[in-house]
């Protein structure tokens, strides 16, 4: 249609907007594959497994032994701004749950084959929503949410998708990242079928050698760090452990990975007199602090944050890290104490 075509002003459909959603809360499989565990977490749950084929875009199936859902609630779960989480402003400013926004399972199933199953630990049996329709169903107690082909609907979203092998490179990513966050919790992955990555639930030490591999379990300090409401726990590698990329640093504010300049900046500083500029430090650092001091509403996708006072949370971190790499210096890098 020409641009000189006017239309009159008309309030969009519910599944178009949720589908103009879903091309910034799901731009890819690993998208959906976040949402979807966030929700397992927030649902408490202990145990999750992660089943893809083919990238994800196939098929994301993902089973949890959460709180589960009561049946009257499920077209509520799958509907536009719905939540459970949050009911008002000021549960928005201080939200401790992964997730809030009540966007991505509308999100989701605008754009997929979508069916949800879910049982309540009083329930005699699981129910399933599949097109709106809910019905009964059997089920372990917990949720299974299975997204299949992705993008079916909205083509020219499915074009920019990579081959199945970079899809699951990304989608295993974000797996590994909750479950470094979350020693906790048993999880599971699996990719056609065979099963890639198994966590039983263990120590941080242990999750974070598991995942992070040897060389950083070899060469890493712990660190836990408080100060006022400010703490920072978690281990930093060695510059031994550092890599030519920036692809092992794990950095969560009260349990979600974030990828924020302030923060990288405030721990490469701390590295500053132990590292070549051209290496990369490895660590896994989480944050913990009141929620009314960090803003998480900033982006769909809530990998970027905002804090209320900056420039403390950037000394506070630039601090335990430095203090914590100063302490073996004597012995790590070989400069004796004068
Ligand atoms: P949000 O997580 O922001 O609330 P979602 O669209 O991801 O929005 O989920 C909507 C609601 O569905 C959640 O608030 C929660 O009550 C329910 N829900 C979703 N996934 C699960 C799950 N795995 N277990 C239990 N409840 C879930
Ligand atoms: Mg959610």
């Not at 992660?50 to 994800?56: A, E, I, K, S, Y």
């Not at 590698?237 to 009260?254: E, I, M």
């Not at 974030?258 to 721990?267: E, G, I, P, Y």
Request: glycine fraction near 6%; charged fraction near 20%.
């Amino acid at each position: 249609q020409s641009h000189s075509q006017i239309r009159p002003i008309q309030a969009l459909p519910d599944n178009l907007i949720s589908q103009i959603a879903a091309g910034e809360v799901v731009e890819r499989p690993s998208a959906v594959v976040k949402e979807l565990l966030e929700n397992a977490l927030d649902a408490g749950a202990t145990q999750i497994t992660v089943r893809l084929d083919q990238g994800g875009v196939k098929r994301i199936a993902i089973t949890d032994n959460g709180r589960g859902i009561a049946p009257e609630q499920l077209p509520l779960a799958v509907a536009r701004h719905a939540t459970s989480k949050i009911a008002s402003l000021t549960d928005l400013e201080n939200v401790a749950t992964l997730g809030f926004r009540g966007e991505a399972l509308a999100s989701i199933a605008s754009v997929s084959q979508f069916m949800m199953s879910s049982r309540t630990a009083d329930a005699e049996h699981a129910f399933q929503i599949e097109n709106g329709v809910v019905s009964p169903t059997s089920g372990a107690p917990g949720t299974t949410v299975d997204v299949q082909e992705l993008y079916y609907n909205t083509p020219a979203r499915r074009k920019f998708l990579k081959t199945d092998q970079t899809e699951f490179g990304h989608c295993a990513d974000v797996v590994r990242r909750l479950a470094l966050a979350r020693p906790d919790v048993t999880f599971t992955l699996t990719h056609n079928g065979k099963t890639v990555d198994h966590w039983n639930i263990a120590s941080m030490d242990k999750r974070s050698a598991h995942i992070m591999g040897a060389e950083f379990a070899e060469a890493r300090l712990a660190i836990d760090h408080s100060a006022g409401p400010l703490r920072l726990h978690g281990f930093a590698g060695l510059p031994t452990a550092s890599k030519a990329r920036a692809d092992a640093q794990f950095f969560y504010v009260n349990g979600r990975f974030v990828r924020d300049k302030l923060l990288t900046h405030a721990v490469r500083a701390a590295y500053q007199d132990v590292l070549h500029g051209d290496r990369y430090p490895s660590y896994v650092l989480a944050l913990q602090l009141d929620p009314s001091l960090v803003d998480v509403n900033v982006h769909p996708s809530k990998i970027e944050v905002r804090f209320r006072d900056g420039r403390a949370v950037h000394q506070f971190v630039f601090h335990a890290v430095q203090a914590a790499l100063s302490h073996t210096s004597a012995t790590a890098f070989g400069t004796a104490p004068a």
